[in-house]
């Protein structure tokens, strides 16, 4: 043990409130990695995040977290610290929970995270409406194409746009997706038409691909006349945000495999074209992820049900006249 660290002696007299406080921002840390994304988190400066830490660990008398200059580790006193810490915050959330759904007064904040397509287009403009029916509650919202860990950054909600896979979260259905394979008029008049997967292939298109760090060679699921069937697609263009590759197929550089909403109203003005109509794209499902324990959170509940009604009626709304039929 380091000479410059004393053990102190545990300290009963800690105020409860401050106390809660810093065993919040310990799990933070922990979760986050790091002491400035934890206060960000929080919404702290990363001297206060230190100093709640130093605090909890002189009221605990240990050491809850090795520091380098590169990195911090909780300590073994810290990993049993975390289990009982998230039994203790879960308790108190659950209670206070019971206590606002029989006041019908929900309150507090909760985390989420959604794409960026159906998060610019249907979920941010939602939220403050949300806010305006629940103004006791806060929703901190963050968009990304990336996959999240919904424990390790202490989400609350998750929405999700694509094929599901198993999981050990509850899953709300919103709406089943269409998807549409499309280019710019300027392309297809370079390019030519293709008519199929198989031509898309075949004659090498530039396909606009969605890729993240360390995933798989991309393939398009396609419908065909027998059944699905994958088709290993390549491109010269790829990128981990998806308003990217709409825009790289505007600037007529490819093949993009769309939502039908998240192109609508370039479909519906022309600027982009539906290509392999012989064989068009699988549907994506719109979904909303949560930990089984969260719905019984009544802001939780209230906000899943919330965005599923509000989501739902904007998506009937949407019709795409460039398909023929609405989403």
Known sequence: MPEHFQFFPYNRTLPGMAYLTNIRMFVRVHELGGMSAAARDQRVSPAVASSRISALEKHLGVRLFNRTTRNLRAT??????????????????????????????????????????????????????????????DVRLRLTDHRVDMAGEGLDVAFFLGTLEDSSLRVRTIAECPRVLCAAPAYIEKRGMPRNGAELVEDRHDCLLLRYPGTPEPEWTLVTNDALKKYNVSGPFESDDGDVLTGWALDGRGVINKPVFEVAEHLNAGSLIPVALETPPTSVQLACLYPHKRYQDPKIRRFIDFMNDHCRRMLRELEVNSLGAPI
Not at 89 to 97: C, F, K, M, W
């Open 76 to 137: 073994e006193q810290g990993l049993i610290f975390y289990e009982g810490a998230i039994k203790v915050l879960e308790a108190i959330e659950e209670v206070e929970a019971r206590v606002a759904d029989v006041t019908k007064d929900p309150q507090g904040t909760i985390h989420v995270a959604a794409p960026l397509g159906i998060g610019k287009r249907f979920i941010s403009p939602i939220v403050p409406v949300f806010k305006d029916t629940y103004p006791r509650i």
